[in-house]
């Protein structure tokens, strides 16, 4: 079975710092969403992408997928209160996209 | 606006008791899902349902029962089998599977055994 991994665990910055979040695949992979979850809620759709080399922003936050396709980054520009959280990558398992694996996830603390 | 409603938000059940835990979305969606969340352990699906009336086991399904009569209900049963049933439980829905579509969460529901 397919096992993501995010590095780090947890992530402390200082608001208008920039960051960078990596998820790791055990398998290449079919493609690569990205969550953002306030904690003991639901999970917010970020992005998400398929094809090797694919790079995709939404305001201050951009995410690729390398050429491989067994890794993904996520990458906030000048970050701010508003974007702490929990980031979760996940991943289909297969070809038939039955089945989302998802990362431990990645604690974010932006400090004012 | 369309979504997916969990309820209830906090569930307290006593040990040995089964406990259902509600999902309705109004997207028509024909996929949806069951994850259970654990501190430092990620997402780890439960159950999933492509169509009405079919679904099938996920990575972690014994202990928990569901059924899928309605398009748009999925409910969640945590039955008394289940030996650790303290945890956050997110239902999620898609278009269909199959492809690459987004999943749509909705807010969990937070179950402790008391």
């Not at chain 2, 209830?8 to 949806?32: I, W």
Request: charged letters at 20%; hydrophobic letters at 30%.
């Amino acid at each position: 079975s397919q096992e993501l991994e995010q590095s780090p665990q947890s992530l402390i910055v200082q608001e208008g710092k920039n960051l960078t979040i990596n998820c790791t695949s055990s398998k290449t992979l079919y493609g690569l969403y990205w969550y953002k979850q306030k904690y003991g809620e639901g999970l917010i759709f970020l992005m998400m992408l398929q094809k090797g080399g694919e790079e995709k922003s939404h305001e201050k936050i951009t995410a690729k997928l390398d050429e491989k396709k067994q890794q993904s980054s996520l990458h906030i520009t000048a970050s701010q209160p508003s974007h702490a959280g929990i980031y979760l990558c996940g991943a289909p398992d297969s070809g038939g996209y039955q089945k989302v694996t998802f990362g431990t996830g990645t604690k974010l603390q932006v400090i004012p | 606006d369309g979504g997916i409603t969990q309820s209830p938000k906090y569930l307290f059940r006593k040990e040995g008791q089964n406990v259902t835990l509600s999902c309705e979305q109004n997207l028509n969606h024909d996929a949806m899902y069951w994850y259970r969340q654990d501190p430092g352990q990620g997402l780890r699906l439960i159950y999933y349902s492509q169509i009405v009336n079919d679904f099938q086991k996920g990575d972690i399904a014994e202990g928990y029962s569901v059924s899928r009569e309605k398009k748009e209900s999925f409910p969640l049963t945590v039955t008394s089998a289940q030996k650790n049933p303290t945890a956050f439980y997110l239902c999620a829905s898609s278009i269909g599977t199959g492809a690459f579509y987004d999943y749509t969460f909705g807010s969990g529901t937070r179950l402790t055994v008391v």
